[in-house]
């Protein structure tokens, strides 16, 4: 029941990019396992899915660890052609094939952007990451070994798993891999930004997947006819798009909002405002920007190929210029948009891939123990010089001064409006200023390291939440 004739290469999936959003149908995926080489679970030779019957309690190590020994479903199993994409939506074997489908199409968007396979850190004396579809619990951690999901109960009294949505699985495997590529402080050193970078980057991984399922990037673009950009309207993406990533890249944030949450001594964190804040505000900033840099990438190819006049162009207009020209913002794109609908697509996705090999980069030379806001944005902006977007530098920065993040005094290339001064490259290959991250690529994760920062790393606002029935 495959559609169409194409004879797939990888193995075929079915995910649902946001299922507690009202993405209803799965879209098929092909994802980079050769067919007929994965093993019933699903499994592969970095990951092993295992479906416990009931699993009452989340890991907490080093006490309580993989492998689970408890009894289990059985396995989600290929069909004749070695594909996973015929399971009943409504089988546990789906559950099982949709965790492991989303971990996998996470690694593959990534180890295509960082050039090589991602080593897990603890692959030394864990090798495999076990897949947990379920326990019963309100949130989702990943930490060595293991990845698992809870779920919640919903408004109409019903259960929604976490491992259905995409962007809740991208999430934790975006910090398995930040661990991984960038490795971890020595325990006592660990910092708010460093934790606020891990939340940021863990939701631009997510948001970055989220629009590669084609459904979402048509539904977000038709929703909005194209135009992503309207300042006065900057939450307008996330207003449409119910994915939690997105509504949180979308905040206004800058970094004297959150200037006043500290992280103690003893890993609280002390918010005098009494709202309870944490890591996940201070990285609303750090999100913030980089999304709107994704915008100004898509909304500069539209005026460049000409698919939206240089004076529908809404860069650098105030809130008054956009109030009284509105009208003529909307129908300049609704008309474009109706006419060029795929170079509309394929605008968001060349802004998407821009970010993401910026983000590659970021995680390819970040040092843990120098992490800071301004060396990730410094590295950000390089990365983007170069790739050609050098003369989108001065509004690029821009995007990430607004929000109080300043990269300028680690810059490795001179700003200047229009143009841009001793470009970091040499033979198309960008010449990185900091030496290459030590533990690229390398399963020498430490172990106490991990658990004095992966303790710091909490996801209140899961159990929190209720998800809409
Ligand atoms: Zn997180």
């Known amino acids: 029941m495959r559609a169409g004739p194409r004879q797939a290469a990888g193995t075929m999936f079915r995910l649902y990019p946001a299922y507690a959003d009202g993405f209803a149908e799965p879209e098929r995926v092909e994802l980079s396992p050769p067919a007929g080489s994965l093993r019933p679970g699903p499994a592969d030779g970095a990951m092993a899915t295992v479906n416990p019957l009931r699993k009452d309690r989340p890991y907490d190590p080093p006490g309580y ?78 930490g060595p070994g293991f990845l698992e999901m809870g779920r919640q109960p919903t408004a109409s009294g019903g259960i929604a798993p976490f491992c259905l949505d995409y962007d809740v699985l991208a ?115 750090l999100t913030g920007a980089v999304f709107d840099i994704l915008v100004e990438f898509y909304q500069d190819a539209l005026v460049r190929q000409g698919l939206i006049a240089p004076a529908a162009d809404a860069r650098g207009w ?65 990365a983007a010089a170069a790739q050609g977007e050098a003369p989108l530098m001065p509004a690029l920065l821009g995007q990430f001064l607004r929000r109080g993040i300043d990269p300028r005094p680690h810059l490795e290339i001179a700003v200047r409006p229009g143009r841009v001064r001793r470009l970091s490259r040499a033979r198309g290959r960008l010449i990185v200023p900091e030496a290459p991250n030590r533990v690229r690529g390398c399963a020498c994760g430490d172990w106490r390291s991990f658990l004095a920062a992966r303790r710091l790393m909490i996801h209140p606002h899961r159990e929190q939440a209720v998800v809409p029935g």
């Open 171 to 285: 999430h934790e495997t975006g910090h398995a891999i930040l661990f991984s590529q960038i490795g971890t402080p020595e325990a006592g050193t660990v910092t708010r930004e460093f934790l606020a970078f891990h939340e940021s980057f863990a939701d631009l991984i997510a948001i970055i997947g989220i629009l590669h399922f084609r459904a979402v990037a048509a539904h977000v673009l038709r929703e909005t006819e194209g135009d992503l950009y309207r300042p006065s309207d900057a939450s307008r993406i996330g207003i449409i798009s119910r994915t939690e990533q997105i509504r949180m890249a979308t905040s206004a944030a800058t970094m004297a909002d959150v200037a006043d949450v500290e992280l103690a001594p003893d890993g609280s964190w002390i918010d005098p405002s009494g709202q309870h804040r944490n890591q996940h505000a201070i990285a609303e900033p």
């Open 318 to 382: 105030t809130r008054q210029e956009v109030a009284r020209d509105g009208a003529l913002l909307d129908r300049a794109f609704a008309d474009a948009f109706a006419r060029f609908e795929p170079l509309f697509r394929a605008a968001l996705d060349r802004a998407r891939d821009l970010v993401a090999a910026c983000i590659a980069h970021v995680m390819l030379t970040l040092k843990p123990e120098t992490l800071t806001f301004a060396r990730v944005t410094a590295r950000f902006l390089e």
């Open 65 to 142: 660890m993989p492998p689970y020994r408890g009894p289990v479903h059985h396995p989600a199993l290929p069909d004749a052609g070695g594909h996973f994409d015929t399971i009943p939506v409504e089988s546990e074997q789906f559950l099982a094939a949709h965790t492991y489908g989303s971990v996998r199409r996470t690694l593959d968007i990534w180890e295509a952007e960082l050039g090589h396979r991602i080593v897990w850190w603890h692959a030394d004396f864990l090798p495999l990451l076990e897949l947990i579809p379920m326990v019963q619990w309100a949130n989702a951690h990943s």
